[in-house]
Nanobody, 117 residues
Framework: QVQLVESGGGLVQPGGSLRLSCAAS????????MEWYRQAPGKERELVAA???????YYIDSVRGRFTISRDNTKNAVYLQMTSLKPVDTGVYFC???????????WGQGTQVTVSS
């Protein structure tokens, strides 16, 4: 089945860390840009971090220096290492595989991250 499956979410105290994983069984994974989005309660989904097929990365200002996106094309996986977590980081985190000339885009089902004391 063609899909993206996130894991690694959970409840963590402020200042804590989590590592999200996204396992891809999608075509042409290594060629596609990969992104992490999040959606807080009552808010729109927002881009958090992105990584190109070549490994270039992008972060929104509020997570730069705290989050690290990486990918392992040998495992068809993308990761989001989150440190110094804050309550405002709470939300459902989604993995997204961007469209390429070879394949359509894909969304994962999301994993809940809750930062609370």
């Amino acid at each position: 089945q063609v899909q993206l499956v996130e894991s690694g979410g959970g409840l963590v105290q402020p200042g804590g860390s989590l590592r999200l994983s996204c396992a891809a069984s999608t075509p042409f994974f290594s060629r596609a840009p990969m992104e992490w989005y999040r959606q807080a309660p009552g808010k729109e989904r927002e881009l958090v971090a992105a990584i190109t097929s070549g490994g270039s990365t992008y972060y929104i200002d509020s997570v730069r220096g705290r989050f690290t996106i990486s990918r392992d094309n040998t495992k068809n996986a993308v990761y989001l290492q989150m440190t110094s977590l804050k309550p405002v980081d709470t939300g459902v985190y989604f993995c997204y595989q961007g469209q390429t000339s070879a394949a359509r885009s894909y969304w994962g089902q999301g994993t809940q991250v809750t930062v609370s004391s």
